[in-house]
């Protein structure tokens, strides 16, 4: 069981930048997928950004492509999730989530895919 704490939301500018941390607990951090998804008031939850088990291959979603970048140190068992030029639209409760164990299958994009969610980060975006 990995188990993912989000930290790092707040209240920025538009235009301005933040870093998500996710730190998960557990042994075998290095051995599941990550994702980051986000959810804004009355909108379903969306995907935002996966990371495969040794970082090698990162997935986004087009609404944040070069502007989010996702990486991860499984040294610390942490998963970042650098945000820049920051919108309104992208305010959203930000969370972390455990995926498939390494040689799994894995649908990066879907929520189902993923076993264990944190409680989330608030990131408000002001114009």
């Known amino acids: 069981q990995v188990q993912p704490v989000e930290s790092g939301g707040g209240l920025v500018q538009t235009g301005g930048s933040l870093r998500l941390s996710c730190a998960a607990s557990?042994?075998?951090?290095?051995?599941?997928?990550m994702g980051w998804f986000r959810q804004a008031p009355g909108k379903e939850r969306e995907f935002v950004a996966g990371?495969?088990?040794?970082?090698?291959?990162?997935y986004y979603a087009d609404s944040v492509k070069g502007r989010f970048t996702v990486s991860r140190i499984n040294a610390v068992n942490t998963v970042y999730l650098q945000i820049n030029t920051l919108k309104p639209e992208d305010t959203a409760v930000y969370y972390c989530?455990?995926?498939?164990?390494?040689?799994?299958?894995?649908?990066?994009?879907?929520?189902?895919?993923?076993?264990?969610w944190g409680q989330g980060t608030q990131v408000t975006v002001s114009s």
């Open positions: 989530a455990t995926g498939p164990r390494y040689g799994s299958s894995w649908s990066y994009a879907s929520p189902s895919e993923y076993d264990y």
């Open positions: 990371i495969s088990w040794s970082g090698g291959r990162t």
């Open positions: 557990g042994r075998s951090f290095s051995s599941y997928a």
